[in-house]
């Protein structure tokens, strides 16, 4: 069992920046995957960022704007979020893939135009 605790949502006009974070409890390993991914009413969840010890990816929305970080010692994985635009509001969550996913309770990020 993994217990994620994301934070560092809000409010922040369009070409602003955020900066979410997520600390991770529970059994896991280095090597299981981290990422965080969106939902916003109406729309399809979005796996935004992933990241493993090999390598990091990004949805096309976001690439350039968005850097996923990770701290393996702490458990802890963050996203920085930069040039901000209405269309990235949504609920983001964190999440890990052992044996199967598990996420946090999500954390709201609104873009205001």
């Known amino acids: 069992q993994v217990q994620l605790v994301e934070s560092g949502g809000g409010l922040v006009q369009a070409g602003g920046s955020l900066r979410l974070s997520c600390a991770a409890s529970?059994?896991?390993?280095?090597?299981?995957?981290m990422g965080w991914y969106r939902q916003a009413p109406g729309k399809q969840r979005e796996v935004v960022a992933t990241?493993?010890?090999?390598?990091?990816d990004y949805a096309d929305s976001v690439k350039g704007r968005f850097t996923i970080s990770r701290n393996y010692t702490k458990k802890t994985v963050t996203l920085q979020m930069d040039s901000l635009k209405p269309e990235d509001t949504a609920v983001y969550y964190c999440?890990?893939?052992?044996?199967?996913?598990?996420w946090g309770q999500g954390t709201q990020v609104t873009v205001s135009s």
């Open positions: 990241i493993k010890p090999s390598s990091t």
């Open positions: 999440y890990v893939r052992t044996f199967k996913d598990f």
């Open positions: 529970g059994i896991m390993y280095a090597t299981n995957t």
